[in-house]
């Protein structure tokens, strides 16, 4: 039987916290989604000021890192370089940047997506957040 790494509530929080610093530090208003392996939500902060849609596209970006096991701006990338039938794959409803697997003991355990910035700056957040408890 294999062991397999997840995220707890704190390890949620943790990554919430951290990204939250990342964003107020550079006076971003996002809302940022943190999802186990699977896709399905762990917990979700939407930043004061950050539009309502922010909290549906941060989950998509996180679900979408989690089901796909990279980073979205692979996703994006691919897209933008010509590969338009990549659109119709199941699930992968939001191939934009801003969505970032978290790894822990060398296996995915989930995913932090953030919108409500530039493409860069969101990456830049979730990142931020994927640092608080990675390898």
């Not at 790494?5 to 929080?13: K, N, P, R, Y």
């Not at 930043?47 to 849609?53: E, K, V």
């Not at 701006?73 to 801003?98: H, Y």
């Amino acid at each position: 039987m294999q062991d397999k790494t997840v995220l707890s509530l704190a390890d949620a929080e943790r990554i919430l916290d951290a990204a939250q610093k990342e964003a107020e530090s550079q006076g971003w208003k996002v809302a940022i989604a943190v999802v186990d392996d699977g896709g399905h939500a762990l917990a979700l902060r939407r930043l004061d000021g950050c539009a309502p849609m922010g909290a549906y596209v941060a989950t998509e970006k996180a679900r979408s890192a989690a089901l796909g096991g990279k980073e979205t701006q692979a996703f994006e990338d691919m897209i933008n370089g010509g590969r338009a039938a990549f659109l119709s794959v199941p699930e992968l409803k939001a191939t934009m940047t801003g969505g970032v697997p978290v790894m822990v003991g060398g296996g995915l355990a989930g995913a932090v997506g953030v919108s409500g910035v530039k493409p860069e700056q969101d990456a830049q957040t979730a990142k931020a957040g994927v640092a608080a408890i990675s390898d």
